[in-house]
Every structure is written in C-alpha cells, then in structure tokens.
C-alpha cells in the first residue's frame, strides 16, 4: 500500500474531514495500551501539525481530554468516530486514525507495534 501524499479522511457520517500529508508516508505507525486507546482500538500514524488540515466540521468535532489534559483526543460529535489527536509525548504532533483515510484498510498494514501508554515517559521521574 503506497501511503506517500496527501490523502483524504473523514469520520463515518462525513460530517468532519481532513486532508493529511504523508510525504514519506506512515511513519510510527502504531498502537497504544492506555485506558483511552486500548478501548478505541485505533492504528495511528504520526505527522507534525502543520502536516493535517481541518476541512471541513470543526464545529462537529469534539474534544476530550483525561488525565494530565495534555493530548487532545477529538471526535465526531454525531458518529462518534475518532479522527485524531494531539499527541502528549509530543503535541507538535497529531496522530491520525489510518481507518478515517480512504482507501486504507488498517488490517491489510500487517503488525503494528504497541505504544506503552500505561507507562506513559511523561509519567516517569
């Protein structure tokens, strides 16, 4: 699967999309077993922020936050799908929900490491 350029997203009932740009394309592709995204199942990949654009549903889009209220994690408010967040171990970064980009298939990317979230490096002293 060539992942490289830009690429389209949306949520499920289309009321929220955005476009990414993958230059060299999935890059930390990855899972994560917090409490948040163990429940949500999402494979992520990393790009700076000025890499994604919000195009349209901005007022669709719902944040949450837990824990320390670094990341932020948005949703449609209608669908309920996970489109992206702002990254806690580096908020230059957001991670994209592959699943909301068209024409990916999440199952066909072969294993996907998991992030060790319950461990967070920001928690460690």
Do not use: W
Request: charge should be neutral; proline fraction near 5%; include cysteine.
């Amino acid at each position: 699967m060539d992942a490289i350029g830009m690429h389209k997203g949306t949520c499920h009932c289309g009321n929220v999309e955005f476009e990414v740009n993958l230059p060299n394309g999935f890059e930390e592709l990855s899972r994560c077993n917090c409490s948040m995204c163990a429940r949500r199942g999402a494979v992520v990949t990393s790009v700076p922020l000025s890499s994604f654009t919000l195009s349209k549903g901005q007022n669709h889009l719902t944040l949450y936050q837990f824990n320390t209220k670094t990341a932020e994690h948005y949703f449609c408010d209608t669908c309920g799908i996970y489109t992206h967040h702002k990254r806690r171990s580096n908020p230059n970064q957001y991670a994209i929900n592959v699943a909301c980009l068209e024409g990916v298939d999440p199952f066909q990317l072969g294993p996907i490491p998991t992030t060790d979230g319950q461990n967070h490096s920001c928690d460690r002293k």
